[in-house]
């Protein structure tokens, strides 16, 4: 499986954007992006995910490189609520069909300051 | 409302005993995963299925079975030759042809 490098921590301010890198120099044509987010004793939850483009919804906007090689995820306007560890995961599509196996790294932790 | 349910959220084991973890998903998905998480660790896959009567070994199987008896269900059974079983337990599903996994709440299973 490929693999993804995030930093272990990270800070921010509310209402301020906060940007979570994410290398993943192996990724292969046929990985997607997933990000990710677990707050503390819950379930994760999923935020975003692509595979070339530069991708937005309701909670994110996720920016690839133009050769795939890092991602990074945006949040535009941090909230106390957003302070969670995120996780950058490489989802392989073989032959067209996805077993869905994510691996999960250590993540990225958010601290959000008021 | 739509969702997974894990229960319960708590459980507690003693040396020796099996003890069964519940998912439950009224989400109409096909495939169903069981994760592991240690304390300040990622998650990892013990075992996965794709459709009912199916399934597959993930990155951490041994100590743990499964069954897969019905689409809805997918429990996870805690042998006795799990010598660490403490940790957080995770359930999700993913409906066919789409990416996301949505997660439960998580069972923390203890050894007294």
């Known amino acids: 499986d490929a693999k993804t490098t995030q930093p272990n921590s990270m800070e921010s301010n509310e209402e301020e954007p906060v940007h979570l890198p994410c290398n993943h120099s192996t990724i292969s044509g046929t990985d997607y992006i997933h990000w990710y987010r677990q707050l503390p004793s819950q379930g994760p939850e999923y935020v975003i995910h692509?595979?070339?483009s530069n991708v937005n919804n309701r909670m994110a906007s996720l920016a690839i490189a133009e050769d795939r090689k890092s991602s990074t995820l945006i949040l535009h306007r941090a909230t106390l609520r957003d302070a969670a560890v995120y996780y950058c995961?490489?989802?392989?599509?073989?032959?067209?069909?996805?077993?869905?196996?994510?691996?999960f790294g250590q993540g990225t932790i958010l601290t959000v300051h008021p | 409302d739509g969702g997974i349910t894990q229960s319960p959220k708590y459980l507690f084991r003693k040396e020796g005993q099996n003890v069964t973890l519940s998912c439950e998903q009224n989400?109409?998905?096909?495939?169903m995963y069981w994760y592991r998480q240690d304390p300040g660790q990622g998650l990892r896959l013990i075992y996965y299925s794709q459709i009912v009567n199916d399934f597959q070994k993930g990155d951490i199987a041994e100590g743990y079975s499964v069954s897969r008896e019905k689409k809805e269900s997918f429990p996870l059974t805690v042998t006795s030759a799990q010598k660490n079983p403490t940790a957080f337990y995770l359930c999700?599903?993913?409906?066919?042809?789409?990416?996301?996994?949505?997660f439960g709440p998580g069972t923390r299973l203890l050894v007294l």
């Open positions: 995961i490489l989802l392989s599509v073989a032959g067209g069909t996805s077993y869905g196996k994510l691996t």
């Open positions: 999700a599903s993913r409906g066919r042809g789409v990416e996301t996994q949505y």
């Open positions: 989400l109409n998905h096909d495939a």
């Open positions: 692509g595979l070339t």
